[in-house]
Structures are given as structure tokens and as C-alpha cells.
């Protein structure tokens, strides 16, 4: 549980969207619809600022790069190429680092794509969370069904990019029916890697101001873990390995930047409201651009408190329990693996932890997995 290594990973935040997802709470710019990206001047300025803070990094070449967002693929390839050039020169980019960039349908042609491809980028993950027009009007995606399946032809005739792709249950007025519609036609598509998240209701969100959790059009709690249960059923029937929570890969393409957030691992963060983990320390930075326009130009004071070795224990089951292989509780003092196999025995005889021959805690598939709050709850409860 050493977490005073350099990072190897790094993350890096574009805020800009077109409009903002009625389910959405991350820290977001809009351009709006009729915006060129190319001739933005706050896309310009947020380019300078964010590299500018990488400048005042330091440490070894990076594994693993993330773009998220925001829509990262408005930003211009140009500029991408700027902030990639600015991490090579100040931490280093490994020879085969994972370089992965978040893409919503409608906002990239053939020629971006190709030109990703030349820059380094080989991982491409393709926000489309619906394959029904209805849900993503009502969900208040800026593009459409063609968008859509114009999109992923233009992956797939770059055919180097290991392909992900996202999907969202629990939207309102979302049937069984449809969920199952768009499991088969993601699994049509056969991406690498699909993410299946459930949605969740933040206050500060267009949903979170609608709708009240567990009523309608919202589908109800059993609706929603029938969902994950299908989506558990269908995806390993079609050869997906289910690694994570949310996430299935097929084998040899799990997101290898997404487990360093799982194995507690430290990562580097650049960008409005993105959230570090370096020496010891978690820091978040400011979420509008003018206070982190201000916070750069200040130097990048990072004021926050070392992660506790109490918190670190609670951190690595949080994280660690979400991929089904589990954690080895050999990395925690034997006294609090006394803690934890007495917390989890009620759940044991229930079915929905394992302890493994070879000494690991994991939760069963899908049960465990789907009711992991109650576990996490009753962990922390005891170890706090």
C-alpha cells in the first residue's frame, strides 16, 4: 500500500461541451451547437492554462494518458498535439502507453481520427449511453441516432483503436425492453470494451431538480438491478469478461488507466476540477475556468492534507472492491483482516463475497456486485 511513487498516469480534463447532458454535474464550458471549435479563443486560453500547469510537473514517462471531458474530441487536433507535446516534455510519454480520448458522436470526422491515430492516440472511448432516439433526446444528448452509427463506421474503418463504448441504465422512461435492445446492438458493434453505468441522480443536475430516485418515469429499484443482472447475462455470453463494476473488456483490452484508479494507484491530474493523487496527497482542482485560470497563474498551489493511513484502508477496499478479482488482504496488518473477514461473514453466507484460496476478498458476480454499498457500508462502519 506504498502510494509514494512517482505516478504513472496522468489525466487530463477538457471541459468543452456543446450543451450539458440533463444528467450531468462534471465541470463543463459550453461552446453551444454553432460554435467552431478551430476559431474558439476559450478553447485557446484553456489550452495555454493547462499547459502551462503541466510545466510545473515533474517526475517519469506516464503509462497511461486519459483525455476526458467534457467532450475532449472538440477540442482541435492541433491543440491536442500541443498538450500531448507538453507532457512528453515535461513528464514523458512511455513507447507504449495507453492514450485514450473521450468522443461523442457528431463531433469528429475520418481526418480527426486519422490524425489522432498519427499523434499516439489508440484508444478511443465513444459516449453513445442509448441506441434509442426518444432516450437520448430525453436524457439531453446533443446528438442524435445517425450520429451515432455514423460514428462508430468512422471507427471502424480505423480499425487500430481499441474501441469503447458507453451506455447508461435507469433513464427515465427506460424499459427493459430498450435496455436489452441496446446491449444487443452495442455487442452487434463488438467494441473492445464497453462501460455500463447506472444513472445517478445529482442534486445539482436537470434530473436531480426533475425527478425524485425510485419514481416514476424513473424505473424502479428492481427494474434497475434486473438491468444490471441482463447486462451481466449478455455481455459475458458474448465474451466479455466483467472486470469491474461498470466495465467489460474483451480479453487483453480491460482499461489499463481506469485500474490505477481501482488499485489506489497515484496519477497525475491537469485541468479544471480534475482531482490528483501525488505524494500521498488528493487535490481537486478549481471547477470554473476563471478560478483555475487564476489558480495557474498563481503557481499551482496545492494545499490539501496527506491522505490518512486509516482512509488509505477504507480508499483501497472502496476502489479495490469494485473489480471482481478483488483484493489481497495480505497488504493490510492482520489485525484489520480480522475486521474485515468478521464484517463481511454475514455477507459470505449470503453469497456475495468470496474469500479466495489465494487470499483475496472479492464480490460475487453479479449479486455481490450489484448490492456493494451495503457491504462498503458495513466495512466502513466497522473500520471507522
Known amino acids: 500500500m506504498m502510494k509514494s511513487e512517482y505516478p504513472q498516469s496522468a489525466y487530463l480534463h477538457i471541459p468543452f461541451c456543446r450543451r450539458r447532458c440533463y444528467y450531468c454535474d462534471f465541470p463543463i464550458s459550453v461552446l453551444g451547437v454553432k460554435t467552431q471549435p478551430e476559431t474558439s479563443g476559450m478553447i485557446r486560453d484553456y489550452v ?17 494518458v486519459f483525455f476526458g471531458g467534457g467532450t475532449p474530441s472538440l477540442l482541435p487536433v492541433k491543440d491536442l498535439e500541443t498538450i500531448l507535446i507538453a507532457i512528453d516534455n515535461t513528464l514523458g510519454i512511455a513507447k507504449n502507453a495507453e492514450i485514450s480520448l473521450e468522443v461523442d458522436p457528431g463531433t469528429f470526422n475520418l481526418s480527426q481520427l486519422q490524425s489522432y491515430q498519427g499523434l499516439g492516440v489508440n484508444r478511443l472511448s465513444l459516449g453513445v449511453q442509448a441506441f434509442q432516439e426518444q ?44 435496455w436489452e435492445e441496446s446491449l444487443t446492438k452495442a455487442i452487434a458493434v463488438a467494441p473492445n470494451h464497453l462501460s455500463c453505468y447506472d444513472l445517478v441522480l445529482e442534486p445539482v443536475t436537470a434530473f436531480g431538480r426533475i425527478y425524485q430516485p425510485g419514481e416514476q418515469p424513473l424505473p424502479t429499484d428492481i427494474a434497475t438491478a434486473d438491468m444490471y443482472r441482463l447486462a451481466q447475462q449478455l455481455l459475458t455470453d458474448a465474451g466479455y469478461e466483467h472486470y469491474e463494476i461498470s466495465n467489460y473488456a474483451q480479453p487483453g483490452y480491460q482499461c489499463r488507466h481506469n485500474r490505477v484508479y481501482w488499485e489506489n494507484r497515484p496519477y497525475y491530474a491537469f485541468g479544471m476540477g480534475a482531482a490528483s493523487y501525488t505524494t500521498g496527497t488528493r487535490f481537486t482542482r478549481p471547477r470554473t475556468r476563471v478560478e483555475y485560470y487564476n489558480w495557474v497563474q498563481a503557481g499551482c498551489p496545492i494545499s490539501s492534507d496527506p491522505v490518512s493511513p486509516e482512509d488509505i484502508v477504507l480508499e483501497t477496499l472502496m476502489l479495490g472492491l469494485r473489480l471482481t478479482e478483488g483484493i489481497y488482504l495480505s497488504q493490510f ?49 466497522k473500520l471507522s
Open 135 to 178: 432516450l437520448l433526446q430525453s436524457c439531453g444528448r446533443s446528438h442524435n441516432l445517425e450520429d451515432v452509427w455514423q460514428a462508430i463506421a468512422l471507427i471502424q474503418q480505423v480499425d487500430s483503436f481499441n474501441f469503447s463504448l458507453d451506455l447508461i441504465s435507469g433513464l427515465p422512461n427506460q424499459s427493459l425492453v430498450d
Open 333 to 381: 496488518p492482520q489485525s484489520t483482516q480480522a475486521v474485515i473477514i468478521q464484517a463481511v461473514s454475514p455477507y459470505l453466507a449470503q453469497d456475495w463475497v468470496e474469500l479466495t484460496l489465494d487470499g483475496r476478498l472479492r464480490l460475487k458476480d453479479p449479486e455481490g456486485l450489484l448490492f456493494s454499498n451495503t457491504v462498503l457500508a458495513t466495512l466502513f462502519d
Open 48 to 64: 495555454k492554462a493547462i499547459c502551462q500547469e503541466i510545466s510545473y510537473s515533474s517526475g517519469k514517462p506516464v503509462n497511461t
